[in-house]
T-cell receptor
Framework: GAVVSQHPSRVICKSGTSVKIECRSL??????MFWYRQFPKQSLMLMAT?????????EQGVEKDKFLINHASLTLSTLTVTSAHPEDSSFYIC????????????FGQGTRLTVV | SQQGEEDPQALSIQEGENATMNCSYK?????LQWYRQNSGRGLVHLIL?????REKHSGRLRVTLDTSKKSSSLLITASRAADTASYFC???????????FGKGTHLIIQP
């Protein structure tokens, strides 16, 4: 199947700093990329949907100024957690879809963010 | 996007036995996907079944779909310790929306 690479897999940062997470589709062009967040023992929650070259669409309750999403190319989307707070500590996962039908989504391996 | 609800929430069986988990959803779908997530890892796509399909196989996996009951089942035959993971279903209307996941079924295979 298609490969989605997410980097870094783990990151620890200090409160108040910003952290950037990258999501790359390695062998296909991802028209749409999705960002999810998962708290321990909880389900994945969709944070936002990004389409290449346009602004991301955020789910209700997700602060767009805090979670900056950039989808500059068909193979790369980034999520930047700004002014990180310990409450932002979570597991973040991206997924990529080749078409608008989202018939199959390929997921990255996730990023474990710990804010201290 | 709509959310699937997996049942049971937790399942513990002996290695070699078959594991069955179910998924229910509320509105019509274009397809339904099953994913596996090992602890602290990303999701792995297992299988996609379209709304006009009733059953699909992939290795030791067998997925059924009953659109009249708005339900799907995932059967893992001859379970192995490596099958220990959480399993999620994701119904999709086929649009451009992200998938929404339920709490999953946490499967434990005991040696």
């Amino acid at each position: 199947g298609a490969v989605v690479s997410q980097h870094p897999s783990r990151v620890i940062c200090k409160s108040g700093t910003s952290v950037k997470i990258e999501c790359r589709s390695l062998d296909f062009q991802a028209t749409t990329m999705f960002w999810y967040r998962q708290f321990p023992k909880q389900s994945l929650m969709l944070m936002a949907t990004s389409n290449e070259g346009s602004k991301a669409t955020y789910e209700q309750g997700v602060e767009k100024d805090k979670f900056l999403i950039n989808h500059a190319s068909l193979t790369l989307s980034t999520l930047t957690v700004t002014s990180a707070h310990p409450e932002d500590s979570s597991f973040y996962i991206c997924s990529a879809a080749a078409g608008k039908g989202n018939t199959e989504a390929f997921f990255g391996q996730g990023t474990r963010l710990t804010v201290v | 996007s709509q959310q699937g609800e997996e049942d049971p929430q937790a399942l513990s069986i002996q290695e070699g036995e078959n594991a069955t988990m179910n998924c229910s959803y509320k509105t019509s779908i274009n397809n339904l996907q099953w994913y596996r997530q090992n602890s602290g890892r990303g999701l792995v796509h297992l299988i996609l079944i379209r709304s006009n399909e009733r059953e699909k196989h992939s290795g030791r996996l067998r997925v059924t779909l009953d659109t009249s009951k708005k339900s799907s089942s995932l059967l893992i035959t001859a379970s192995r310790a490596a099958d220990t993971a959480s399993y999620f279903c994701a119904p999709s209307g086929g649009g451009a929306d992200g998938l929404t996941f339920g709490k999953g079924t946490h499967l434990i295979i005991q040696p």
